[in-house]
């Protein structure tokens, strides 16, 4: 069965940087581009950022571009985020999420919380 | 504040229906097609409708989608208690070359 499990989250100081990862297993990976969604504390959802299935094509959220950089490394299964200078208002539970192609984001990582506070 | 606009809440009691509008612009829902999907508390977000008014296997009949000009809508009739949860639009953007989510509509089962 389709599992995206993320680790990485964690309490980090405003300025510094965090990196999530998103194990995925069941499906052949390398043939789904994947995003990365985020619900900060008592809000909504929020699109962060795209990877297509190649890793060749990424597109971020003007609220990110510049200090988030999506990666994956389809040897490994996993789908990353590189966090740099992080601000309080990135404290979010992160999601990754695959993209079936014409349908949405249809399967979801269970999400890993990172809290911004000095 | 979101760029796509949906009412902050609904509500119905069970047996009734309840319909969540989205609304965006030329750019996003006049152009493309909506995505529709459930949040529970604690847990990950559901695919519900998809391409506008398509259902996933597995997804009761009683959620349906619909799309014009544009605005979306959602609709949940026979309305049950497991259905209390938050409802979120989505939609590519072609001027911001991204995914947008609508604010959430939290519904509430009287």
């Known amino acids: 069965q389709v599992q995206l499990v993320e680790s990485g989250g964690g309490v980090v100081q405003p300025g510094r940087s965090l990196r999530l990862s998103c194990a995925a297993s069941?499906?052949?990976?390398?043939?789904?581009?994947m995003h990365w969604v985020r619900q900060t504390p008592g809000k909504g959802l929020e699109w962060m950022t795209f990877i297509s299935s190649d890793g060749s094509g990424k597109f971020y959220a003007d609220s990110v571009k510049g200090r988030f950089t999506i990666s994956r490394d389809n040897s490994k299964n996993t789908l990353s985020l590189q966090m740099n200078n992080l601000r309080a208002e990135d404290t979010a539970i992160y999601y990754c999420t695959r993209d079936l192609p014409n349908t949405g984001f249809d399967y979801w990582g269970q999400g890993t919380l990172v809290t911004v506070s000095s | 504040q979101s760029v796509l606009t949906q009412p902050p809440s609904a509500s119905g009691t069970p047996g009734q229906r309840v319909t969540i509008s989205c609304s965006g612009s030329?750019?996003?829902?006049?152009?493309?097609?909506v995505y529709w999907y459930q949040k529970l508390p604690g847990t990950a977000p559901k695919l519900l409708i998809y391409?506008?008014?398509q259902r996933p296997s597995g997804v009761p009949d009683r959620f349906s989608g619909s799309k014009s000009g544009t605005s979306a809508s959602l609709a949940i009739s026979g309305l049950r208690s497991e259905d209390e949860a938050d409802y979120y639009c989505?939609?590519?953007?072609?001027?911001?070359?991204?995914?947008?989510f609508g604010g959430g509509t939290k519904v509430t089962v009287l």
């Open positions: 391409k506008s008014d």
């Open positions: 069941g499906f052949t990976f390398n043939t789904y581009a």
């Open positions: 989505a939609v590519w953007d072609n001027s911001l070359t991204g995914w947008l």
């Open positions: 030329s750019s996003n829902i006049g152009s493309g097609h």
